[in-house]
């Protein structure tokens, strides 16, 4: 089984700070992937960035990154340099290798606001 | 590259009626995914299709839910009779095979409303 838990509903963020989301996992797959989402007020999710679990460095794609902490289980999304167009819910979300967990599993989210 | 299509974008039904969804995925994308969002929630997996097969349903409601691919394409996810709880957003969402870290792309979702 798999399991993402996201531990804040909302953040409020100043306009051009950098912002952390938090993301811990448990699964008993040796490989994985984790994923982040964004789902604007418009309802889609939009895939923002990868991090596979061999994966040595952590990823990072434009303004965001990914701090990876295989020990702790822990994948939270940086944000740097807020943008207005930041607003809306993020999503963590993991991927197994292992069958029966070859689909994604998602966290309940946490709402950014960011805030001019 | 026409992303994955779903319709009616919103949907509203009374009670014990009735319901289907349609999806259209990425040309080329074997895999198809139904996935359930609650208010508040993150999206929970209903079905997946690897290509016409259904792979994975343990989390789909049988005695009410239906759901087919036809041709290993287009899928259609049917809920009958529908429950107020039943409503969500039902997202589709696909990802072509072998490709581990490709973020699956998904549908603009429909969003029911059971009254």
Request: charged share 20%.
């Amino acid at each position: 089984a798999q399991k993402i838990t996201q531990t804040q509903p909302g953040m409020f963020v100043q306009e051009k700070e950098a912002v952390t989301l938090d993301c811990t996992y448990d699964t008993s797959d040796q490989s994985y992937g984790l994923f982040w989402y964004k789902q604007p007020s418009s309802g889609e999710m939009i895939f923002l960035i990868y991090q596979g679990s061999y994966d040595e460095q952590n990823a990072t794609e434009g303004r965001y990154s990914l701090n990876f902490q295989k020990a702790r289980k822990s994948a939270n999304l940086v944000i740097s340099a807020s943008q207005l167009g930041d607003s809306a819910m993020y999503f963590c979300a993991m991927r197994g290798f292992n069958f029966g967990n070859e689909k994604l599993t998602f966290g309940t989210g946490t709402r950014l606001t960011i805030i001019p | 590259e026409a992303g994955v299509v779903q319709s009616p974008r919103y949907k509203i039904i009374e009670k014990k009626q009735p319901v289907a969804f349609w999806c259209n995925p990425i040309s080329g994308h074997n895999t198809l995914y139904w996935y359930r969002q609650n208010l508040g929630q993150g999206p929970e997996l209903l079905i997946r299709y690897e290509n016409e097969e259904a792979v994975d349903d343990s989390q789909l409601p049988k005695d009410r839910f239906s759901a087919e691919r036809l041709k290993g394409v287009d899928s259609t996810l049917k809920i009958q009779p529908a429950e107020l709880g039943d409503s969500a957003v039902y997202l589709c969402a696909s990802s072509p095979p072998g490709v581990i870290g490709y973020g699956y792309t998904f549908g603009s979702g429909t969003r029911l409303t059971v009254v």
